[in-house]
């Protein structure tokens, strides 16, 4: 919560997650505020795509002072 109060985006990619591990998920998930910014991959076409879409998000962004 304080490093996103600092208006800092946290995204979160998880490799091929058990079935078990949804603490994890829920973890990771509240780390990034938003379920945009969260990915569970299971492949590599599905991480590919988790990239592009970080990479197109962050693109976006501009840098201010």
Do not use: W
């Amino acid at each position: 919560d304080n490093i996103r109060a600092t208006g800092t985006l946290i995204y979160a990619v998880m490799l091929d997650l058990p079935a078990g591990a949804s603490s994890t998920r829920t973890l990771f998930q509240n780390c990034t505020g938003s379920s945009a910014r969260f990915f569970d991959v299971v492949d590599a076409a599905s991480l590919t795509a988790a990239f592009q879409t970080i990479a197109i998000d962050l693109s976006r962004l501009r840098i201010s002072q």
